[in-house]
């Protein structure tokens, strides 16, 4: 079946490094998004992306699209503590429009 | 604009008891979704409404969950008898095209079945 998975499962870092989350679909997907979901909390919509080897940048988040549409990944430069949480990504579920969501990475900053 | 809301915030149950959630989307978003998060897993679709109908239930265990939105707006999602392993966060979700825009979750159920 379907299936996205995520690497690394867990990451700890400290303040101000660098932080990347991989996103592997087994099927190509039309678009991807990103949720952050903090520790307690829902998932937030973070952003989309839709073309072959789209890249997007939200302050020190860049995301990335593979060019065969079927990975991603996200990297935070010089993370914060208000980074934390875990970060999923989604893709289409096949031959439907909901979204099927991958196994997430959580990632701590140790301050 | 208003959020997704939810209620209850919190529940606990023991086995073979029934519970219902409820759900109340973004104005305007036609398609409303169901989904189960198990603690340290990603979120899993149960069902999806477009109005008031069912377009995806294909994950939802239909011998002990049942949905329905009434009206297409509000939504209520039950499950009868619960099992120990239905201990996880319902969440629901809204979109307005969910082609090209990304979901609003609410805050989640937090369920226990004890």
């Known amino acids: 079946g379907q299936q996205v998975m995520q690497i690394p499962q867990y990451q700890h870092v400290q303040e101000g490094e660098d932080f990347t989350t991989y996103c592997n679909s087994s099927?190509?997907?039309?678009?991807i998004q990103w949720y952050k979901q903090r520790p307690g909390g829902h998932p937030v919509f973070l952003i989309q992306?839709?073309?072959?080897?789209e890249v997007k940048k939200q302050k020190r988040l860049t995301f990335q699209f593979g060019e065969a549409k079927k990975n991603s990944s996200l990297h935070i430069t010089a993370t914060q503590t208000t980074d934390v949480g875990t970060y999923f990504c989604a893709g289409p579920k096949t031959g439907a429009n909901n979204l099927f969501f991958g196994t997430g990475t959580r990632l701590t900053v140790i301050p | 604009e208003a959020g997704v809301a939810q209620s209850p915030r919190y529940k606990i149950i023991e086995k073979r008891q029934s519970v219902a959630f409820w759900c109340n989307p973004i104005s305007g978003h036609a398609t409303l979704y169901w989904y189960q998060q198990i603690l340290g897993q990603g979120p899993k679709l149960l069902i999806q409404f477009q109005n008031n109908g069912v377009v995806d239930d294909s994950q939802l265990p239909k011998d002990r969950f049942s949905a329905e939105r009434l009206k297409g707006v509000d939504s209520t999602l039950k499950i009868q008898p619960a099992k120990l392993e239905d201990s996880a966060v319902y969440l629901c979700?809204?979109?307005?095209?969910?082609?090209?825009?990304?979901?609003?979750f609410g805050s989640g159920t937090r369920l226990t079945v004890v």
């Open positions: 992306l839709v073309k072959s080897g």
């Open positions: 099927t190509t997907l039309s678009n």
């Open positions: 979700a809204s979109s307005l095209d969910p082609v090209h825009y990304g979901y609003t």
